[in-house]
Structure formats: structure tokens, C-alpha cells
């Protein structure tokens, strides 16, 4: 027996080294940083994008959505409008009338904006943080929607589908690095630290109105090798105009949604997904002021947005 015991105490010691190389790595932020790449918003980086307007044209980047648009099971969202006070005719303040709204739905449906404490890795999500410590049923006691500073930064959209010479990619097809990097080179709008990035796929704009279905069953969308090099640019956020920007499905079926956990969870990188690309790619407008002031809703994973484009 004592045998066996000192067998299993030198291969548990032996294992060690192994478990602390996986071991959590603080932000490079801090250990207490909630907000990751928005850091690199500064005073600086907003007066330097804001010289990219030209025009003074503005693009909306959201969509109109309803209680019919299609999202993520089992995400969706209703309306109900009501008069409160007003039954049977009463006035309670004069001729005064009005409507109120009762939204019932979920935030992240449509355009919007996942937050760091949306996706992670068994358990643990950016800056090491574990679920079981911050993710409770009434909010997020860390790393809310509310934490997210007003992104404004420099924008630029690559058009993918324009690259493959097709109007929008397949569902199930990825673009690598290198298709990434030449389109980067076509258009003359490098990836630069600090950006917001946007891909254009074709997707929303070919399938979402005449084959909703289709739509959110599957999209075209980045490779696990695209976010890990967005992620070494140092980007503040990357989104495209599909419902999940990684490709669906997956690239490697036992790794799906890698590049969240890639942008998310590893290097405090925001995702903006539905994004409304295909006015900014017939226009010609690649580069772009990005601005998002998303709702504050403590404790909220996501939040359905509308960012602009300022040309």
C-alpha cells in the first residue's frame, strides 16, 4: 500500500508543472480590469479617427428587428404597448394621452454587442474571472454591459464576398489570414491597432429577408486563425454582418465558436455581430469613424445596438 501511495504522490507531483502552465494569465490590463482592449480608447486615438471624416455621411449599423426576426435559439423578443391609467376612457392628466412599451425578449438578438462576460472557456472567462464567482440570475457582478466605455475608433470593413467575387459567401465557408490580409492590401485599409473591424460576407443582406430560416441556421464567418491574428493587431472590436462572426458551422465541429473564445475570453476583445455592412461596401466608405454608446444595463450580458459609421 505504501507503495502505491508513493507511486501516486510522484505522478501528482509530476503533473504539476503541467497544470500551472495552464494556469490563468491576469489581463495585461491588470488583474482588476473589466473593460480589456476599450482601454486603448484615449483622448488621442478619438481625435486621430475623427480626421477620417470627409463627407459627413452616416451610416446606421444596426437592422430593424421585431418578433419575427430569427436568433440564436431560444432568443427572441416581443413588444406589447399599452396606455396605462386610460381604461375605459379616463384622463388622468387632461387631454394628455400616451403610450408606453413593455419589452420581453432577449439582448442579444438582432445587432449587438457581446460583452466579456458573455463567452468562455468551462467556466472561466477574460481576465481569469470564473463564472461561479461573477454570473448570477439577477446580472453580471462583473464584467457588465454597463462597464463597456463608448467605443469611438477608427472603422474599416473588408469586403469578403467582393474578394471571392460572389454577391455573399455559404453558410459553412471561412476566410483565412491570407485571404483577410489581401483584401487588407486591395482595399488600402490595414488592420491597425485600436480599430473596430467589420466583415462583409453578403449573408444578412442576401438571406435574412427572403430565407430567414437559412439565415440563423448557419453563416459564413472568420476561421479560428483569423481571430487569433485579429487578436495579435490589438483591435478594440470585430464584428461582421452574420448572427455569430465565427463560421457556422464550425471549422473544427468539437471547437465551435473558438474565435469568441479567442477575442473574448483571451485578449478583451469586443464582437459586434448583424451588422448592417452592405450600404458601407456600395458606397465605397471602407474606413470610417466608428461610434457606440450601447444601453447601460447593469448586470447585462449583451445589448442590442446601433453604432454608426461617420465618413
Not at 42 to 51: G, I, W
Not at 175 to 187: C, M, T
Request: with cysteine; aromatic share 8%.
Amino acid at each position: 500500500m505504501k507503495s502505491l501511495c508513493c507511486i501516486w504522490m510522484a505522478a501528482a507531483f509530476a503533473a504539476m508543472p503541467a497544470l500551472a502552465d495552464k494556469a490563468c494569465e491576469p489581463s495585461r490590463w491588470g488583474a482588476d480590469d473589466e473593460i480589456g482592449n476599450a482601454n486603448l480608447i484615449t483622448a488621442e486615438s478619438v481625435l486621430k479617427a475623427a480626421e477620417l471624416i470627409k463627407t459627413g455621411m452616416v451610416y446606421s449599423l444596426g437592422i430593424t428587428i421585431g418578433a419575427d426576426t430569427p436568433a440564436f435559439p431560444p432568443r427572441g423578443l416581443s413588444i406589447t404597448v399599452v396606455q396605462p391609467n386610460q381604461q375605459e376612457g379616463a384622463r388622468p392628466f387632461g387631454a394628455m394621452t400616451y403610450n408606453d412599451d413593455i419589452f420581453t425578449g432577449w439582448l442579444g438578438i438582432g445587432p449587438q454587442l457581446d460583452g466579456l462576460g458573455h463567452l468562455g472557456d468551462d467556466g472561466e472567462y477574460y481576465n481569469c474571472n470564473q463564472a461561479r464567482d461573477f454570473s448570477v440570475v439577477t446580472g453580471l457582478t462583473k464584467l457588465g454591459i454597463e462597464k463597456v466605455p463608448p467605443i469611438v475608433a477608427r472603422g474599416i470593413v473588408l469586403d469578403m464576398a467582393g474578394h471571392f467575387g460572389v454577391d455573399f459567401l455559404e453558410a459553412g465557408r471561412h476566410f483565412s489570414v491570407e485571404d483577410v490580409k489581401a483584401v487588407e492590401e486591395s482595399q488600402a485599409t490595414p488592420v491597425r491597432e485600436g480599430d473596430v473591424v467589420l466583415f462583409h460576407t453578403g449573408w444578412t443582406d442576401a438571406k435574412l429577408q427572403p430565407d430567414p430560416g437559412a439565415w440563423a441556421a448557419g453563416g459564413p464567418g472568420i476561421s479560428e486563425e483569423v481571430a487569433t491574428y485579429l487578436a495579435a493587431s490589438n483591435i478594440v472590436a470585430a464584428g461582421a454582418d452574420t448572427w455569430g462572426l465565427d463560421v457556422v458551422p464550425s471549422q473544427h465541429p468539437d471547437r465551435p465558436f473558438q474565435g469568441h473564445i479567442t477575442l473574448l475570453k483571451e485578449n478583451g476583445i469586443y464582437i459586434l455581430e448583424t451588422m448592417n455592412t452592405g450600404p458601407l461596401v456600395r458606397d465605397g466608405a471602407l474606413e470610417f469613424l466608428f461610434v457606440l454608446g450601447q444601453a447601460k444595463v447593469r448586470g447585462a450580458v449583451q445589448m442590442i445596438i446601433n453604432p454608426v459609421a461617420i465618413r
